[in-house]
């Protein structure tokens, strides 16, 4: 019976030298996995133009239709993206999104991408709706906001690295 | 009947009457063959490969001239050594045709092939893209790799504005040319054509404005990439994320078959938009063509801010807002007690059922119920129209059309179109104008006749006749034709089938009415009565002109007097104060005025009250045409919050004045309708609903073959029977024009033009530019004399009152004569003495 306890014992005072695997969450954070699909990132290209160019495939591919986009037509006085169109509304209901990654694969220019944030609770059904200024990355250093003043004829493809679709 | 002839297309037997094309025959046992050049409403040209098949023909002997037989008796089929066309090879007796062996595959695949090496394959931001032809096929029939160097393709304009509605992507353009031969062969106006050749080919304008056509927004619809794109639906939406609903267009009479697209927007608040209006199949009617205002106005003004959406009540002489409760209320205690003396006056962009109960309010009431329309002869249409089965697509050789005071293209493009189109066929086309119009072209017989003579020259027409049906009346002698008159009448009467659509050139009421009437004589006379394709039409000039008069609205002369002695006047979807000032002065005098509108026209703002309404697309109901073919149109989007459809103010109104009405719902409207205007008997919104199979089959899963146009499944409408039998010559008092052009005397003469300053059009964007300010237009000599040049700001002089309007100089107009369009802004309505002076000149 001794020897029950002082096996059980010694157990629990190996556990207490030992380091840890419990993190102090929120303080500490564990980073994720490279393939972790966390809320959505909408990318910039370096010069600043959002690579979004609106064409509601993401929207289409999307199982739980938490995608919604609206798009216009970009001038060279105000370029949002390269091409012609661009997207004027972009959300997503992150309570109806089930981060199957979908509308990153169906995006043609890679703009949407799961990032790793997962740190999504809300108060109301309203606020689960991310807007395209919530989703969308800052400009990187050297870049400009949208919408750009551009030279003309400059900014003409949509899908600007598209040389064979093989690729 | 064409001879019947049999063949085989991929294993299945068909039988197609003779002359039918391989693609034509093969769709209707349900076998695709893909195409891109060809379209099922125009002649094959065989331009871009893509309909190649295997063709088989039974080998014939030399010597017997019968097919030879193999050892089991079945005919020796001969292949060619290459491919053929299946869209300019029309099927013989026993063919075989096959369009899925191997050799057909590789064609497809090596034509897609080429058709992409310069193709931008910008699919994502295409406009087309999710029901584009050349997507689908590629999809279906592509080689899915290509030969050809990504580097080497074409980069062209992506944003070539055609004109102000049309959008070019040249690279997206594959040259299959249906555009250009829409354009030249249904339209017969060549404004887009090809420029360059071979790799450089492209769509280029030739007209100034661009492409100037009204029905430039058809060849969108046939465009079998995205080259062609509008500019209101540019990057509107995805095709998957529209849904249509069915609606019928409400700007004119012909009645053309429309799908409102719509989709929920972010914004407009998470509301349902229309985002495109495509045309809807009804070969019938429109085929599968729209007109420009259909696809560009017909919608736009609901969504207008300008909309009204609470009622309104003159309180110290101010508008202010009200409970509907109230406003309804102080409209019926009004009403009541102005019985016997009120007058309804409403416009023809009503529906049917909100007709009909206004109709039985004013009739409780006993009111007079009047009709807002500048030509007469409603009456007459509903006795001698087209009969049940009219199809002006059918009117070919050996028939007779006779347009008469009509700009039929300005009034009803898509009968202009099928008159047109008659007109190729073979048949005999009578233009009756003063002036050229763009009808001209097509005419058999032209006549000409001074502005207000149009009556004497139906009844010179009659006189020429060799009648032997009945002694013409003595009154008829003193018109005596000339040859040309006597030329056309023996060709009207000769033909199998005669029409007459009468317009509004020049027109007013009392005017009309005995046009109306010589008509009538002259379908009489020559039997052109009382069976399919035989009547007369009215061009009206509204969409619902026709079920007005069939509701019992009646115009009137008298409008002045009428609203200035009436103890209450009840404006519905009409502005008479905004289209003739002296109409603002008698409503001023009427004790009590109720305008239910969409917009705060002038009209309303000197009303007693004020009361919003439903919008055509947010509602439900009918229209009749003017070849009397009451169709149905569905709700598509929702209506602002306070609004309430027509005929359910009429009802509540009715309800509170003591009189039984229906307001719950258009159908319950419409089948008391039925069961008390006679002519309506027996129909119901099911009847109207339902569909039979047309030619050619469009709008499935193949959208290569007809184009984007919707398949008609909610409802080809009912052609009502004429209603009368009596067939008698009507007594016609023509007069003489009251004003005689003398030496320098001008006559003003009111025209009709299709994009106007009209309540449901200016608020469109896309049409903004289009819709011209007030002009006038004179010919050369006239302007000469007034020593002024085109497009000189000018002022007319009309009764006492001054215009600004610009001088437009059209070799078309005859001499001394001023034509001012109608709805832009110069309130003439009748033939009238008028005068042109220079524009004071306003320092800026
Ligand atoms: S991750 Fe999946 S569910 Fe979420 S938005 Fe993208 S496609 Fe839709
Ligand atoms: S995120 Fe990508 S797929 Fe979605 S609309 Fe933008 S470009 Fe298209
Ligand atoms: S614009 Fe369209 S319809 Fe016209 S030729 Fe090009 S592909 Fe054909
Ligand atoms: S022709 Fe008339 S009914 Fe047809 S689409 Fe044009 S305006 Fe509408
Ligand atoms: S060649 Fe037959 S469809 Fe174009």
């Known amino acids: 019976m001794l020897k029950e306890i002082v096996r059980g014992l010694s157990t629990t005072f190996r556990q207490i030298f030992e380091k840890p695997v419990t993190i102090q969450y929120p303080e500490v954070k564990r980073p994720v996995r490279p393939r972790f699909k966390g809320r959505h990132i909408l990318k910039r290209y370096d010069n600043g133009l959002e690579k979004c160019i609106g064409c509601s495939l993401c929207a289409a591919a999307c199982p739980a239709d938490a995608i919604f986009v609206e798009a216009a037509e970009n001038t060279d006085e105000l370029r949002y993206s390269p091409g012609e169109r661009y997207a004027s509304t972009y959300e997503i209901n992150l309570l109806r999104c089930i981060f199957c990654g979908y ?37 990187k250093p050297g870049g400009k906001p949208t919408p750009q003043k551009v030279e003309p004829g400059k900014f003409t493809r949509s899908i600007p690295d598209m040389q064979d679709p093989q690729d | 009947m064409a001879q019947l002839i049999s063949l085989m297309i991929d294993d299945k037997p068909v039988k197609v009457p003779e002359g039918t094309l391989i693609v034509n025959a093969a769709k209707k046992v349900g076998i695709d063959i893909p195409v891109f050049c060809y379209h099922p409403k125009m002649e094959p040209v065989g331009m871009c490969r893509m309909c190649l098949v295997e063709i088989g023909r039974p080998q014939i002997d030399r010597e017997t001239r019968k097919p030879v037989l193999d050892e089991q008796g079945n005919p020796v089929i001969q292949f060619g050594p290459k491919l053929e066309t299946a869209c300019t090879t029309p099927v013989s007796e026993g063919m075989v045709v096959m369009g899925m062996s191997d050799k057909v595959k590789k064609g497809r695949q090596d034509i897609l092939e080429f058709l992409l090496t310069s193709h931008p394959l910008d699919c994502p931001i295409c406009d087309k893209g999710g029901e584009c032809p050349l997507q689908n096929l590629t999809m279906e029939h592509g080689p899915g790799v290509s030969r050809f160097l990504y580097d080497e393709k074409m980069h062209l304009a992506k944003h070539y504005p055609l004109g102000d509605l049309i959008l070019l992507d040249r690279e997206r353009c594959i040259q299959c040319g249906r555009c250009v031969r829409f354009q030249d062969e249904i339209v017969g106006e060549p404004v887009i054509g090809f420029e360059q050749r071979g790799r450089s080919l492209q769509i280029e304008t030739f007209s100034d404005p661009g492409f100037d056509s009204y029905y430039s927004g058809n060849t969108t619809d046939i465009c079998p990439v995205g080259a062609l794109t509008t500019t209101d639906f540019r990057f509107g939406a995805r095709p998957w994320e529209l849904k249509p609903v069915a609606s ?74 009200s409970s509907w409760d109230e406003a309804l209320q102080v409209v019926a205690e009004r009403f009541k007690a102005a019985t016997g003396g009120l007058v309804t006056y409403a416009g023809g962009r009503l529906s049917n059922e909100d007709l009909f109960n206004l109709k039985q309010l004013t009739e409780g009431l006993k009111g007079q119920a009047i009709l807002k329309s500048s030509i007469g002869g ?9 009969a049940k089965g009219t199809d002006l697509g059918k009117l070919g050789a050996g028939d007779a059309i006779l347009v008469i005071a009509s700009d039929l293209q300005e009034e009803a493009p898509i009968w202009w179109l099928r008159v047109k189109q008659a007109a190729d066929r073979g048949a005999t086309l009578i233009v009756v104008n003063p002036r050229q119009t763009r009808l001209d072209r097509f005419a058999t017989h032209t006549l ?35 040859r040309f008159q006597t030329a056309a009448a023996k060709a009207f009467a000769g033909a199998k089938n005669g029409i007459i659509l009468f317009g509004q050139e020049g027109m007013d009421l009392p005017r009309s009415q005995e046009l109306a009437l010589a008509c009538a004589n002259l379908l009489f006379l020559t039997d052109h009565l009382g069976s399919p394709n035989n009547g007369l ?44 000032p002296s109409l603002a002065d008698a409503l001023e005098q009427s004790e009590f005025v109720v305008v239910q509108e969409l917009f705060l026209t002038s009209t309303a703002r000197l009303a007693d009250v004020v009361l919003p309404v439903t919008a055509q697309p947010e509602r439900e109901g009918t229209y009749t045409t ?54 309506y008997e027996g129909l119901s919104y099911r009847s109207l609903a339902e569909t039979h199979e047309q030619w050619p089959i469009i709008g499935r899963d193949d959208l290569y073959y007809g184009g984007t146009a919707y398949e008609n499944t909610q409802g080809l409408g009912v052609q009502l029977m004429p209603s009368s039998q009596k067939r008698k010559i009507f007594q016609v008092n023509w007069q003489e024009p009251p004003v005689r052009v003398s030496g320098k005397g001008l006559l003003g003469v009111p025209i009709t033009r299709l994009y106007d300053r009209g309540a449901t059009v200016t608020p469109s964007r896309s049409l903004a530019s289009r819709v011209p300010g007030p002009f006038i237009l004179v010919n050369e000599t006239t302007a000469q004399k007034l020593d002024m040049h085109n497009d000189a700001p000018v002022q007319l002089m009309l009764a006492g009152s001054a215009y600004s309007a610009m001088l437009r100089v059209d070799t078309a107009v005859p001499e001394s004569v001023v034509l001012v369009p109608r709805s832009l802004g110069i309130p003439l309505s009748e033939l009238q003495p008028v005068d042109i002076r220079v524009a004071e000149t306003t320092p800026a």
């Open chain 2, 448 to 482: 000409r006749y001074d502005y207000g003579s149009e009556t004497a020259t139906v009844l010179a027409m009659i006189n020429a006749l060799e009648s032997k049906k009945t002694r013409l009346p003595d009154w008829l002698a003193k018109y005596r034709p000339n």
């Open chain 2, 248 to 321: 019928v267009c409400s700007q004119c009479p012909v009645g053309c078959n429309i799908t409102y697209n719509i989709r929920r927007e972010a914004r407009a608040g998470g509301r349902y938009v229309i985002k495109r209006v495509l045309p809807r199949q009804h070969e019938e009617v429109n085929e599968i063509w729209i007109c420009d205002k259909a696809r560009f106005a017909g919608y736009q003004y609901a969504e207008s801010p300008e909309r009204l959406t609470r009622p309104m009540l003159r309180r110290n002489g101010e508008l202010v807002e």
């Open chain 2, 378 to 386: 409603g009456v007459l249409v509903a006795q001698m129209g087209v």
């Open chain 1, 103 to 139: 509308c990153e694969d169906a995006c043609p220019t890679e703009a949407i991408i799961l990032g790793d944030n997962y740190e999504l609770s809300f108060t109301d059904r309203r606020s689960a709706i991310y807007t395209k200024e919530m989703l969308i990355e800052p400009v």
């Open chain 2, 626 to 679: 003017g070849e009397r073919r009451v169709q149905r149109f569905f709700p598509a989007i929702p209506a602002p919050g306070g609004v309430i459809p027509d005929y359910e103010i009429a009802a509540r109104i009715g309800e509170r004045s003591g009189l039984k009405m229906e307001n719950r719902a258009a159908s319950l409207v419409f089948a008391q309708l039925a069961a008390r205007v006679s002519d």
């Open chain 2, 537 to 580: 039409i009215g061009v009206w000039e509204s969409a619902n002109t026709q079920g007005a008069w069939d509701m019992g609205f009646r115009p009137s002369t008298e409008l002045k007097e009428m609203f200035s002695s009436a103890r209450a006047v009840y404006v519905v979807a009409a502005d008479p104060a905004g289209d003739d």
